[in-house]
């Protein structure tokens, strides 16, 4: 069986001391904020999250870039040359058109390589989901499954990866296009809260309305009672934009409520965190479905 390398991108915020457990390689994706570019380097030796988010509260704009085709030929390259195949775990399509930019660089290596497989698989997740996507397939790895397993396994259970997570500020929403202005100026005034998910398609989508900061957060924990699946079993991952606090609440209730093998809790990045902003909570965990 031939050695195969587990790739992904920094929008899956993972720790650096689980990158460097699963011996995984993370591509860092760029970011704008004021008049520098950054990169999102999961280890934040560019610019910390926690400063990035300062800057946001303090007015300023982030705008982020998708990774280019040259850029997956410069990282695949070396890997395949070194007698190793490729599985890169992508951020979602319906968000970015980074998938589709390495299709383009397989496309072109394909040809040189003709003896590697090389393979991009589409997690239709974002943030930390995208994260627990690569977690269990570096677990399917370890146990042995071959490159072409491990990709079937990602592709055929990306359904089951459940996002619930909500914001502090509806802004950053508006800024997406996700709320209408109108919408943002009347929910900060009462106080609301949405909660969303990311849907079969890779889409962020809006799903509810909850008033109040607590409630909001037991909302994700409801969703998360409705749909889990042998949970005793599941390592769950909780990200948060520079709100640590609220994360622990999170963790904390879900082994109560769910007794779980693990919580991994870590930052959400400067290239997610431009779109959902300060303050935002999320659960991701294997369910029935995305639901």
Known sequence: ???????????????????????????????????????NYPDERDLSSHEFYDRLRAGEFSTTNQIS???????????????????????????????????????????????????????????????????NAVLKKKEGLGIDEVRDWVTENRGRLAHWFTVDDLNHLKRGGRVSGAAAFVGTVLGIKPVLHVDSEGHLIPMEKIRGRRQSLNTLLSHM??????????????????????????????????????IEINPIGPVIGTHSGPGTIALFYLGKDRN
């Open 69 to 135: 085709p040259v850029t997956f030929i410069e990282i695949f390259e070396p890997i395949l040359k070194s007698g190793q195949d490729v599985l890169y775990i992508a951020f979602s399509s319906g968000l970015s058109g980074t998938y589709n930019n390495a299709q383009l660089a397989i496309g072109e290596l394909g040809g040189k390589y003709p003896q590697r497989k090389i393979y991009a698989v589409d997690s239709l997740a974002a943030s930390m989901g995208e994260g627990l996507l690569v977690y």
């Open 225 to 262: 009672e409705k749909a889990v699946e042998e949970p005793e079993n599941q390592m769950i991952f909780v990200s948060h934009g520079d709100s640590l606090q609220d994360a622990q609440y999170i963790a904390e209730q879900v082994k109560k409520k769910f007794h779980v093998k693990a």
């Open 1 to 39: 069986m031939n050695d195969y390398k587990i790739i992904t991108d920094s929008t899956s915020d993972l720790s650096p001391k689980l990158i460097s457990e699963m011996d995984i390689e993370v591509i860092p994706m760029t970011f704008t904020i004021g008049e520098n570019s950054y990169c």
